[in-house]
């Protein structure tokens, strides 16, 4: 990670990581599994603020549970978490939200197409380390982990990338976000 | 928000010794809970116990901080009873399920680590005080600064976010209550009302915190911020009790490791 941020964008990646964290308490009543906003937040810093503050954001929110603030999903917080069975869709964000921001910043106009493929794309690479840290820690079996930690949350996150994209491109419209990524 | 592993005031040995020391410590002991077997299990749980006496917490306030994550570990314990393959004690005719011996002994034994994880946790961050926990992150990230990582700035933004958390809070519900003010309904309606009910305080709040943010990074350069080394208002210092604490950790792992117990 390249040292050249500016305080606009520290600044930036700070309200994302306490957002991203304010997400895990907004829970939406949904048939099955309730649906909570994280991931949905993430979406949002990534795009806006591209891939490194939308990492860092990220980090922020990961450190925010590191040290005791229980913002992972459930009021959860601590290491434990983040080393237990859940803790591979945490580090998951982080990859995710760079992956969407480098897709947002490699195209000067991204359309709903380009804007709904980045976010698919980051979703499966949650899912992905989610479900290895699951074989690892849980000890689960793949199809098990599959069924356990995948299948549930399938339609909420349709629903949350929908939203989400027409959301990003709503405020796209309607604020310039300053160049951050140099002092 | 829970009440969950929030810091209590104390000035016990283990609220006195360097953050980073208990950081690393958690990270240890909750790597070498994952891996090691039953009898070395036990010695780390009797090792927690002593730390939670020494720490002056009463085990009723640790017993608390495990409340919130009560459903998943049920939830674990009968994924692994009902799910793994053995001698069966019972047989439920209806599904087709069946505890078995070795899912009983997995799943007891995987929820037990489970709690082992969030008690050392909490203990933590029970302890200490939120700002010492930042310089303890800050001073353990030091080492991956040559890498690039911008540790000073990962600590800053740390508690950048936990000041906007409140303030976010606070602008979240006034936001709610001018949408409900028009006329928006969170309670009532249809699926689809409501996730349209809810995009209907998205917008404002993404706009209104991106404004927040903006002002602070303002008032930051306002008053002469500059990234770059900085000197520190309590500057971590390790005592002589956090090198026997260090010692005492590296020899029971080593201790374990080597007796591979």
């Known amino acids: ?169 709503k405020i796209k419209s309607r604020i310039q976000i300053k160049k951050v990524s140099n002092d | 928000m829970y009440n969950w592993g929030q810091y209590v005031p104390g000035n016990s040995i283990i609220h006195r010794l360097d953050p980073r020391i208990k950081i690393l410590s958690v990270i240890v002991l909750s790597v070498f809970i994952l891996k090691v077997g039953v009898n070395a299990g036990l010695l780390l749980s009797v090792f927690m116990m002593a730390v939670i006496f020494m720490s002056r917490l009463t085990f009723q306030r640790v017993i608390t901080s495990l409340r919130p994550f009560i459903i998943f570990f049920i939830l674990l314990f009968l994924l692994h009873v009902l799910f793994t393959a053995g001698t069966p004690i019972v047989r439920f005719s209806f599904c087709g399920l069946s505890i078995t011996h070795e899912g009983l002994y997995r799943g007891l034994y995987i929820t037990w680590q489970f709690m082992f994880l969030v008690t050392g946790a909490s203990i933590l961050t029970m302890t200490t005080v939120p700002s010492d926990l930042i310089s303890g992150i800050e001073g353990i990230l030091k080492p991956l600064r040559p890498l690039g990582v911008p540790t000073h700035d990962i600590a800053i933004m740390l508690s950048l976010a936990l000041r906007f958390v409140p303030t976010f809070l606070g602008e979240i519900d006034r936001i709610k209550k001018a949408q409900m003010a028009r006329g928006a309904n969170f309670k009532k309606g249809k699926m689809i009302k409501k996730i349209k009910n809810i995009t209907s305080l998205a917008l404002p709040i993404v706009l209104s915190s991106f404004r927040r943010a903006e002002e602070t990074a303002t008032a930051m350069e306002g008053r002469g911020y500059k990234r770059g080394p900085r000197t520190c208002l309590r500057n971590l210092r390790m005592s002589s009790a956090d090198y026997i604490a260090l010692v005492l950790m590296v020899a029971m792992m080593t201790g374990i490791q080597l007796m591979a117990l």
């Open chain 1, 1 to 169: 990670m390249a040292g050249k941020i500016s305080t606009r964008g520290m600044s930036y990646a700070a309200m994302f990581g306490a957002m991203t964290a304010l997400g895990a308490y907004i829970i939406i009543p949904f048939p099955l599994v309730p649906i909570t906003l994280q991931t949905f937040v993430m979406y949002l810093a990534a795009s806006l603020l591209g891939g490194h503050l939308g990492a860092l954001s990220q980090i922020v929110y990961i450190l925010l549970g590191i040290i005791g603030l229980p913002v992972f999903a459930g009021g959860k917080a601590g290491l434990g978490v983040l080393i237990g069975p859940t803790g591979g869709y945490l580090i998951g964000f982080i990859i995710g939200a760079y992956i969407i921001g480098k897709m947002m910043e490699s195209r000067k106009h991204s359309g709903y197409v380009w804007i709904a493929l980045s976010l698919i794309l980051a979703t499966v690479v949650i899912y992905t380390c989610g479900v290895v840290q699951l074989l690892v820690v849980a000890q689960l079996s793949l199809q098990k982990a599959i069924t356990v930690g995948v299948l549930p949350f399938l339609i909420g996150d349709a629903i949350k990338i929908a939203a989400a994209i027409l959301l990003i491109t």
